[in-house]
């Protein structure tokens, strides 16, 4: 079972969505990308980029997307950042790994 690992760069953007409750379930989102590390859908905003077969993204409807990078067989899901409601995509969301 891969360990949960988060960026800097994710856990600042956390810090910085208003809502509680988000906070909350995301961190309970987080989680349970421990257990089913592969059960995200790839971020179509990627396709056509190497990214894309990296990145995973959960989401919870109306509020909030989560990035993470998990690669198969690896020991760790490492938490790349969020979206928070209306936010449009940007590199930038993944962090500086992704970021030119």
Request: net charge positive; aromatic share 8%; proline share 10%.
């Amino acid at each position: 079972m891969p360990k949960v690992v988060w960026t800097p760069e994710a856990e600042e953007q956390l810090l910085q969505i208003p809502s509680p409750r988000t906070i909350n379930d995301l961190l309970a989102l987080s989680g349970g990308i421990q257990h089913l590390p592969d059960r995200g859908r790839r971020v179509p905003e990627l396709k056509g980029r190497p990214e894309y077969v990296l990145v995973r993204e959960l989401i919870l409807p109306g509020r909030a997307r989560l990035f993470y990078l998990h690669v198969t067989d690896s020991d760790e899901v490492i938490i790349l950042g969020f979206l928070y409601k209306g936010q449009s995509f940007r590199l930038s969301a993944l962090g500086p790994y992704f970021n030119p």
